[in-house]
C-alpha cells in the first residue's frame, strides 16, 4: 500500500483558487485576509489533514523550537523523573524535546552530538559519559548552548545544574554514625563519574565529623552489569553476593550506606539470608528514594533526589544561554560565566536505620 502524501500549502491554495501566501496567511492567523476567507482555508485544511511542516519552518526562521536532552540510562528512575519534569517545563516555553541516550560509551556520545549539529536544536541539556570534551565543544562553537546535568564534565566551561552529592552522603553518613555505627560501608557503583566521586567523599568526611578515621568504613565498588548494556535497569543481584560476602564478616552495630536503592535491596536479601536483622544488626541506608523504598521490610531509609527541580533548574539556565547576548538578559548572562547550581537532596529517615542499636 502505498502512504499516503502529506498535504501542502499548495493543495490546499489549488482546491480553493487562492495563492500560497494567502492560504498561508489565513494559517497563521495574519491580517489582510478576511474571516470568510481565513474560514474556507481552515476548513479545507481539516479536510486534507493538513499538518504544518515545522522542520520547513525552522529552516526559514533560524529556530527548531527543539531543546536536545542527553542522557545515559533512561530506566534508572532519577532520569525519568527527569525527563519528564524537563519536557513539562520546556514545552510551558513552546520546546519540543529530542531525546537521545549513549548508554555510558563514548562514541556513542561523539555520535549524539554530531547528530544534535545536524538537526540544529537550540540547545542542549547533556548528562555526560565524562570522558572527552572535543565533541561538546564542537557544538558550542556551532552556536549550541550546553548545559551539564547531574554530572561534571572536568575541561569543559559549561554550567552545571546538579545534586549536592557530597552533601546528600554526608548527611546520610552523619544519621548511621548518629544511631550509634562506628564500622560502616559504603556500597558503589564501579563507574568514574562525579556522582559517586562525591558520595565517597561526603561519606569520608562525615567520618572525619565524627572522630573516626578513613579505616573506620570501607569502600566497595559494584562490578554492575550495565557495563554491558546501561540502557538496562539496575539489579539488586549486582550487589547481593558483595551484601553476602559483607554479612560473613561485618560486625553487630555496624552499617551500611548504598550508593542505591537497588544496591540497598540487594543487601536486604543477603543479610536476611544470614541471618542478620534490619536494624539490629546493622543499619542500612540507600540513595534515591525509589518507589519501592518505602515499602521494604523494614521500609528504607534514603536519600530523596530532586530530579524534578534539577529538570527544571537546567531548563531555565538553558534558556537564558539560549536567549543570546542581544535578548533580555542574554547579556548578562553571557557575562556571568559558567553557573554550577547543586541542589540539596533530603534525607528520608525511616525504620531500617532507628531500631535499638
Known amino acids: 500500500m502505498t502512504p499516503r502524501r502529506r498535504a501542502t500549502l499548495r493543495d490546499i491554495a489549488a482546491a480553493l483558487d487562492l495563492s500560497v501566501n494567502t492560504v498561508s496567511r489565513a494559517l497563521a492567523g495574519k491580517d489582510a485576509v ?49 525527563i519528564s519534569a524537563i519536557e513539562e517545563r520546556g514545552r510551558v516555553h513552546g520546546y ?19 547528530e544534535l549539529m545536524r538537526w540544529g536544536v537550540d540547545g542542549v541539556l547533556a548528562v555526560p559519559v565524562q570522558h572527552g570534551t572535543e565533541h561538546w565543544e564542537r557544538l558550542r562553537k556551532s552556536g549550541t548552548p550546553v548545559v551539564l546535568v547531574n554530572r561534571d564534565l572536568p575541561g569543559l566551561d559549561a554550567d552545571l545544574v546538579g545534586v549536592d552529592y557530597f552533601e546528600s552522603a554526608r548527611r546520610a553518613t552523619g544519621v548511621l554514625l548518629d544511631g550509634g555505627a562506628r564500622e560502616l560501608c559504603l556500597i558503589e557503583e564501579d563507574l568514574d563519574i562525579s556522582p559517586v566521586a562525591e558520595r565517597i567523599r561526603g561519606f569520608h568526611a562525615a567520618l572525619g565529623e565524627h572522630g573516626l578515621d578513613e579505616a573506620a568504613g570501607t569502600v566497595t565498588r559494584v562490578p554492575t552489569r550495565r557495563r554491558e548494556s546501561s540502557s538496562q535497569p539496575w539489579d539488586p543481584i549486582d550487589s547481593y553476593a558483595i551484601g553476602r560476602d559483607l554479612a560473613r564478616r561485618i560486625g553487630p552495630g555496624s552499617a551500611v550506606l548504598a550508593g ?48 524534578g527541580r534539577v529538570g527544571a533548574t537546567a531548563v531555565d539556565l538553558l534558556l537564558e544561554r539560549m536567549s543570546g547576548p542581544d535578548a533580555a538578559g542574554g547579556a548578562e548572562a553571557a557575562e556571568r560565566g559558567p553557573q554550577r547550581a547543586l541542589l540539596p537532596a533530603e534525607v528520608v529517615v525511616r525504620a531500617s536505620t532507628m531500631g535499638e542499636r
Open 34 to 82: 478576511s474571516p470568510d476567507t481565513r474560514e474556507r482555508v481552515q476548513a479545507e485544511a481539516d479536510r486534507l489533514g493538513y499538518v504544518p511542516n515545522s522542520m520547513a519552518r525552522s529552516l526559514v526562521l533560524r529556530n527548531a523550537m527543539t531543546i536536545g536532552l542527553v542522557i545515559t540510562n533512561p530506566s534508572n528512575p532519577f532520569y525519568a523523573r527527569l
Open 96 to 114: 519540543s524535546l529530542m531525546l537521545m541516550v549513549t548508554e555510558d560509551s563514548v562514541e556513542n556520545e561523539r555520535r549524539v552530538a554530531e
Open 260 to 307: 542505591n536503592d537497588y544496591f540497598a535491596l540487594g543487601v536486604y536479601r543477603a543479610f536476611s539470608e544470614q541471618g542478620l536483622s534490619i536494624p539490629g544488626d546493622v543499619a542500612v541506608a540507600g540513595h534515591g528514594d525509589h518507589p519501592f523504598a518505602a515499602y521494604l521490610d523494614p521500609p528504607l531509609t534514603t536519600v530523596r533526589l530532586p530530579a
